[in-house]
Structure formats: C-alpha cells, structure tokens
C-alpha cells in the first residue's frame, strides 16, 4: 500500500555519502517512492544523532525528486527549512565589525522583524573570540564566548555562521567547516576569498550552501548586491574603484596638508583610519583582494592574485603631488577592472593620476567609491563608508537577512550569478595595458639631457605630449633637478624597455618615477 509522504520514513544517505558528522545530511531516501516530492516533519530518529536536537522542533524538511535510486526508492533533495521562530547565529570574530553586529542587530533587530512580517528573528548564540577574557566595550553575556570554533560550528543551535575574525588560516577552516556542515556563511573576509576562494566556492556549490560577502568589498556600499543583482543583465565593461579608505585618507592630506607619507601616516594611525599593522592597506594589497572579488563576479573566472599588478602608496613623495596638482592631476591609489576588445580582462591597482575634474577626484577622507560601466545601464556611481564598525555592520546584517530568507525558503544558494560562472579566463599581461604616463626623471642639470631623454623615449615610438621642470626658488642653481615628461598613450611593456635605457645615461642620477594617468 502507498504511504503518504507525511508518512514516509526517511533514511540518511549520510555513510554513502561521507558527509560530515555534524550539520544537516542533504540527502534521503524517502520509502516508498513518492514522485511528488513534498515536505515532512522529519522523523527525528531517522537522522543521525548529532542532529537530533530541540532545534529541529518546527522544521521541516522540504524535499524535491532527484531521481530514481538502484532501489525502488526516489533519491531526494532536501533543504532545512527554518520555520521555527529564531535564527541562531554563530558569530566567529568579536572584534571592530563583530561587536558591531552584535550592536546593530540590538538596536534594529525589532525593525528587521517588522520588515519580515515577524518571520526573520536572529540571536547570537555563540561568539568566538581568541581571548574570552578580554576587557570588551562591547558587552555580551559570558556564557556565549568560547575560543572553540569547531563546538560553534557544530551547534545543531547555530544555523548561520558568521567569520569575522580576519586573516586566511583559521577562517579558512572556519568557513569550509561550516559549509561541509550545510551552514550558510556570511564573511567580510575579503583576503579568504581572494586568496582561498576558488576552494570555499567549490565547496559552496558541492554543498549548495552560500557564502554570503557583502562587507567584504566597500564597507557599507551594497556593491557586491549591485553586481550580483541589479546590474546581472549587464555586460560590465569597466569598474572603477577607490576602495581603501586608510591610503585615500593619506593621499588626501599630502595633497591638501602637503604632508609626506610617514607623517600622513602617523596622523591616519592616530585617528583610527589606519591598523596598527597597516601594510595591506597601504601596500595595495587590501584593494586588491577587493578588486579581485568584483572582476570574480564581473567576469565570471576565478583571478590568481599572483596575476594581478598590485602597486601601493608609501612610494608616493610629496613631489609628485605637487607636480600632478600643477598639472591639473590629483594622486588616488585606483582599481581598475576593465575588459577588452579581445575578451581579456585588464586587473590591477595602483596609486594613478586622475584629472582634478573626474567625479572620482573629489572622493576623500577614508570614503570609497565604486564606478561601474555596464552596456545597458551605462555609467553608475556607488560612493560611501568603506569601512568601520557601523557601515561594515550594515552590510553583514543585509547579507544575514538574506541568508535567514533562503534558510526560510528552504532553498540553498542557487548559485545566483556571484559563484565563477566560467571556468577559464584570460588575464591581459600588464605589459600589454596601456594608458598615458607621467615620468619623473631625476637627473643632473646639463644642457642637452631633455634632447639625450626625448630621443630614447622617439626610438621607442613614444610621443611625448609634455615636459615640466619647476626650478626651486630656494636652490635656483641646484645641480640636481627634476624633469618631468608626460607620455602619450603606449603599451606599460614598452614604457619599460625605454625607461632601462634612459636608466643607463649618466645624467639620470636615480629610477626614474612612474604614474599611469588615467583616462575613466
Ligand atoms: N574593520 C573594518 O572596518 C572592516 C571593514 C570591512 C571588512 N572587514 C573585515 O572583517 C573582518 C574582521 O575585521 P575586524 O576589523 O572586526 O577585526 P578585529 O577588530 O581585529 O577583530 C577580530 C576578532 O576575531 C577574533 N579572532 C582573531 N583571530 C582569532 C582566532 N584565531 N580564533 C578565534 N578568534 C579570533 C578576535 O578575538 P579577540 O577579540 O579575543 O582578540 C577579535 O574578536 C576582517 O576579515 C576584515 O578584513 C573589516
């Protein structure tokens, strides 16, 4: 006789499957066969003990047919469906953006409720930390600190994991333990998935279980969301970015305190806008990894960052903006993810002139600004808070209210688009990228070292558009000068066969300093 679904006792595939010990099983068999699909209230000692919990009171497993089995049973496809009142979170990380998820969902949780017709309540159940008893101005109950991340993940009372606690080790674990685990993760991690993220996102996809990273990209602007959704019927041909606050704010004020870089430095350090360890910021590897992660979901292919051309700011001196601003320039450390003609995709960041006219030129402080060029939508700016506690916070919680949503759905990520789409990519070397330059030539004052300078760069083919060589008025006579020559448009490989031979004539008296100007 056939049973009923509701009925139907369902059997975990787990041991063939080798799936975990902890977290959700994925698969079932449902005897008899029900070619419907359906949902049941599971039969809790059908599942294997570690899920056996009170958090399964009010799920239900929501199950579609995969196909036919060797047996005479269907093979199912289920996702836990969190119909019960409250979302258990464990949030790994309780640092600078951690307490201020802890704060935001204190402060707006009621209104997130509200906003879901009552049906999206979160609670922080457990919260991993490296010290439990550090000195905290952030305040949460004792009891829910522990160091342990593998209990967290575990928890049959954490539904969604949280990683915020930086670097590419430890998270790593993190992530892809929780995602074996069938939890959804939410990460503002940007380094772990430039890094790591070809793994987490195979993994993803292997469990059907998202990884969510709003905040890992521009703090609080939704630019992760905007690509993924908005703009998914676009062919985006170029994305545009000042996406680190710390060497925004230090480039600002040499430009408009002309300080030099260490003291702008010390004064980012000291109002909080730079780390105490800042070298990924400044380095230009922090946008980088950001920049890395909008190409991923622009394009489609997973970029090696060891592919990318990454230049940082502590090379920038106080010269070179000066020179810029008389040239009409500012100095912004820039992203750029561009695609060509070919289909190959142009990726690299570096501190860049940009004309004092370009909406761009007038992003400061620690904001960032994200231009997107998509063939349908044209040009769209997103401009904001690119890091801190609140708009970090801001885009963690979008991005758990969108977790909580699927998890009440019942559906896992359905890849929407932000997964590589593609297996293979090509990278255009950067010896092939070109824009117009600046060139800074240190050299001795003699007569003759314009023409020796201008009839290397000729045999290269390179056409100077202009020279620039401001005399002191403190050392009218020095014997050192700076000369500078802006470059017509050429390929950056042939700019550096000619710089090697300009290097070699005895009037260049140091490297001579090089700044792509920019044409967005
Ligand atoms: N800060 C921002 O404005 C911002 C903006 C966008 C994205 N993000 C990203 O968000 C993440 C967190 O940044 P944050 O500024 O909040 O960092 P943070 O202030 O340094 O906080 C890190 C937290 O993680 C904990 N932790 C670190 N290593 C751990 C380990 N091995 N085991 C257990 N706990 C560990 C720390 O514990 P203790 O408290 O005990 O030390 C701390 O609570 C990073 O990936 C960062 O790139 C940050």
Same mark, same amino acid.
């Given at each position: 006789?056939k049973?009923?679904?509701?009925?139907?006792?369902l059997?975990?595939?787990?041991?063939?499957?080798?799936l975990?010990r +902890?977290?959700?099983?994925?698969?079932f068999n449902?005897?008899?066969?029900t @070619?419907?699909?359906?949902?049941?209230?599971?039969?809790?000692?059908?599942?294997? +003990?570690?899920c056996?919990?009170?958090?399964?009171a009010?799920?239900?497993?929501?199950?579609?047919?995969? &196909?036919? +089995?060797? =047996?005479?049973?269907?093979r199912?496809?289920?996702h836990?469906?969190? =119909?019960?009142?409250?979302? %258990?979170?464990g949030?790994?990380?309780?640092?600078?953006?951690?307490?201020?998820?802890?704060?935001?969902?204190?402060?707006?949780?009621?209104?997130i409720?509200?906003?879901?017709?009552?049906a999206?309540?979160f609670?922080?159940r457990?919260?991993?930390?490296? !010290?439990?008893?550090?000195?905290?101005e952030?305040?949460?109950?004792?009891?829910?600190?522990?160091?342990?991340?593998?209990s967290?993940?575990?928890?049959?009372?954490v539904d969604v994991?949280?990683?915020?606690i930086?670097g590419?080790?430890?998270?790593?674990?993190l992530?892809a333990?929780?995602l074996?685990? %069938?939890?959804?993760?939410?990460?503002?991690?940007k380094a772990?998935?430039?890094?790591r993220?070809g793994?987490?996102?195979a993994?993803?996809?292997?469990?059907?279980?998202?990884?969510?990273?709003?905040?890992?990209v521009a703090?609080?602007? @939704?630019?992760?969301?905007?690509?993924?959704?908005?703009?998914? /019927?676009n062919?985006v =041909?170029?994305i545009t970015g000042?996406i680190? &606050?710390?060497?925004?704010?230090?480039?600002?004020r040499?430009?408009?305190?002309?300080?030099?870089?260490?003291a702008?430095?010390?004064?980012?350090?000291e109002?909080g806008?730079?780390?105490? !360890?800042?070298?990924?910021?400044?380095? /230009?590897?922090?946008?980088?990894?950001?920049?890395?992660?909008?190409?991923?979901?622009?394009?489609g292919f997973l970029?090696d960052?060891?592919?990318?051309?990454v230049?940082?700011i502590?090379?920038?001196r106080?010269?070179?903006?000066?020179?810029a601003?008389d040239? %009409?320039?500012?100095?912004?450390?820039?992203?750029?993810?561009?695609?060509?003609?070919?289909?190959? *995709?142009?990726?690299r960041?570096q501190?860049?002139?940009?004309?004092?006219?370009h909406i761009?030129? =007038?992003v400061?402080?620690?904001?960032?600004?994200v231009?997107?060029? /998509?063939?349908?939508?044209? !040009?769209?700016?997103?401009?904001? #808070?690119g890091?801190?506690?609140?708009?970090?916070?801001?885009?963690?919680v979008?991005?758990?209210v969108?977790?909580?949503?699927?998890l009440?759905?019942?559906?896992?990520?359905?890849?929407r688009?932000?997964?590589p789409?593609?297996?293979t990519?090509?990278?255009?070397?950067i010896?092939?990228?070109?824009?117009?330059?600046?060139?800074?030539?240190?050299?001795t004052?003699?007569?003759g070292?314009?023409?020796?300078?201008?009839?290397?760069?000729?045999?290269a /083919? *390179?056409?100077?558009?202009?020279?620039?060589?401001?005399?002191?008025p403190?050392?009218?006579?020095?014997e050192?000068?700076?000369?500078?020559?802006?470059l017509?448009?050429c390929?950056?490989?042939?700019?550096?066969g000619?710089?090697?031979? *300009?290097?070699?004539?005895?009037?260049?008296?140091? #490297? @001579?300093v090089?700044?792509?100007?920019?044409?967005?």
């Amino acid at each position: 006789m056939k049973r009923r679904p509701e009925q139907a006792t369902l059997r975990p595939l787990q041991p063939q499957l080798g799936l975990p010990r +902890c977290g959700w099983p994925k698969f079932f068999n449902v005897f008899p066969a029900t @070619p419907t699909g359906g949902s049941v209230e599971p039969d809790t000692r059908a599942l294997p +003990c570690s899920c056996r919990s009170s958090s399964l009171a009010g799920i239900r497993l929501i199950f579609a047919p995969l &196909g036919l +089995c060797a =047996s005479r049973s269907i093979r199912y496809r289920f996702h836990v469906s969190a =119909s019960c009142d409250t979302i %258990g979170i464990g949030l790994a990380g309780f640092g600078t953006v951690g307490s201020g998820v802890w704060n935001m969902l204190a402060r707006n949780g009621g209104l997130i409720a509200d906003r879901a017709r009552g049906a999206l309540r979160f609670e922080i159940r457990r919260i991993v930390v490296r !010290d439990p008893g550090k000195e905290r101005e952030v305040t949460a109950p004792a009891e829910l600190f522990t160091t342990d991340w593998q209990s967290v993940v575990e928890d049959p009372s954490v539904d969604v994991v949280v990683e915020l606690i930086g670097g590419t080790d430890v998270a790593y674990e993190l992530v892809a333990a929780a995602l074996v685990a %069938g939890k959804p993760v939410v990460t503002g991690n940007k380094a772990l998935l430039a890094e790591r993220g070809g793994d987490l996102f195979a993994l993803s996809r292997e469990h059907d279980t998202p990884i969510h990273f709003e905040a890992a990209v521009a703090g609080g602007i @939704p630019i992760i969301k905007a690509l993924q959704e908005s703009l998914v /019927g676009n062919r985006v =041909s170029s994305i545009t970015g000042i996406i680190n &606050g710390t060497s925004n704010y230090i480039l600002m004020r040499m430009t408009e305190a002309e300080l030099d870089y260490p003291a702008a430095l010390k004064e980012a350090k000291e109002l909080g806008y730079a780390e105490v !360890d800042e070298t990924l910021d400044v380095n /230009g590897w922090d946008a980088a990894h950001k920049a890395i992660l909008l190409g991923t979901i622009a394009h489609g292919f997973l970029i090696d960052p060891e592919e990318v051309y990454v230049r940082g700011i502590e090379y920038v001196r106080p010269l070179d903006i000066r020179f810029a601003k008389d040239l %009409g320039y500012v100095v912004k450390l820039l992203c750029i993810v561009r695609e060509h003609g070919d289909g190959s *995709i142009e990726i690299r960041t570096q501190p860049s002139f940009i004309p004092k006219s370009h909406i761009l030129a =007038s992003v400061n402080d620690v904001f960032n600004a994200v231009a997107v060029r /998509g063939d349908a939508i044209g !040009d769209a700016l997103f401009y904001g #808070r690119g890091a801190g506690q609140d708009p970090t916070s801001s885009s963690v919680v979008a991005d758990l209210v969108e977790a909580g949503r699927l998890l009440r759905q019942g559906r896992g990520s359905g890849h929407r688009g932000f997964l590589p789409y593609r297996e293979t990519g090509t990278l255009k070397p950067i010896d092939e990228t070109e824009t117009a330059y600046y060139v800074r030539f240190p050299v001795t004052d003699r007569p003759g070292v314009v023409a020796d300078i201008a009839s290397l760069l000729a045999e290269a /083919g *390179i056409g100077i558009s202009g020279t620039h060589s401001p005399v002191d008025p403190d050392q009218p006579d020095a014997e050192f000068v700076d000369m500078v020559f802006l470059l017509h448009t050429c390929p950056f490989g042939t700019l550096k066969g000619a710089l090697k031979k *300009i290097e070699a004539l005895d009037c260049v008296t140091e #490297r @001579p300093v090089v700044f792509r100007i920019e044409t967005l």
